[in-house]
T-cell receptor
């Protein structure tokens, strides 16, 4: 199993550009989420999904869109990039907490995004 | 909303010294998880604690969950250079569609001097 994969690893955008960060998992996990990590701020939840076709907002959703058309993929779209979105973005997946009671999340390697 | 606070933010130790990081939640948690992130890496799950007062050990690491299920600690005995990284605690939000969402603490950055 590849686990959780993310592309690209690095990206530089100009203010106002849009792009999609890709995330895929091959563990048949129902739960997927996107976090951003900034120095001293820990990991903050952007959006999450409890299954295909179901998404919801996290703590910092503004400026980001998500969709979940399949169990495997959970792309994150930046609509109009701003310097405040410079960050490291992590995708994570986990077992369905509704059935397993297990909450541990498996993280991808991250995407380092710079917006100039 | 739920808040998870973690202290200290930074800890510098000499190799062989002990290290402890503390985690406090504003709400009672059904469980708490701990993650380690090596420099330049991604968070990796270490352990999940579920029961009030639970203590679990992984080699030199000891994890505790408070009696009130609102606080937790991670203690490393005799640190090694391989322990370097950021340690995060995380607790799930409870109820409704937010079931299973994690709130992370800010993390403790551990530096070990050889």
């Amino acid at each position: 199993n590849a686990g959780v994969t993310q592309t690209p690893k690095f990206q530089v955008l100009k203010t106002g550009q849009s792009m999609t960060l890709q995330c895929a998992q091959d563990m048949n996990h129902e739960y997927m989420s996107w976090y951003r990590q900034d120095p001293g701020m820990g990991l903050r939840l952007i959006h999450y999904s409890v299954g295909a076709g179901i998404t919801d907002q996290g703590e910092v959703p503004n400026g980001y869109n998500v969709s979940r058309s399949t169990t495997e993929d959970f792309p994150l779209r930046l609509l109009s990039a701003a310097p405040s979105q410079t960050s490291v973005y992590f995708c994570a997946s986990s077992y369905s907490t509704f059935t397993s009671g297990r909450y541990e999340q498996y993280f991808g390697p991250g995407t380092r995004l710079t917006v100039t | 909303g739920q808040q998870v606070m973690q202290i200290p933010q930074y800890q510098h130790v000499q190799e062989g010294e002990d290290f402890t990081t503390y985690c406090n939640s504003s709400t009672t948690l059904s469980n708490i998880q701990w993650y380690k992130q090596r420099p330049g890496g991604h968070p990796v799950f270490l352990i999940q604690l579920v029961k009030s007062g639970e203590v679990k050990k992984q080699k030199r690491l000891t994890f505790q969950f408070g009696e009130a299920k609102k606080n937790s600690s991670l203690h490393i005995t005799a640190t090694q250079t391989t322990d370097v990284g950021t340690y995060f605690c995380a607790g799930p939000n409870a109820g409704g569609t937010s079931y299973g969402k994690l709130t992370f603490g800010q993390g403790t950055i551990l530096t070990v001097h050889p």
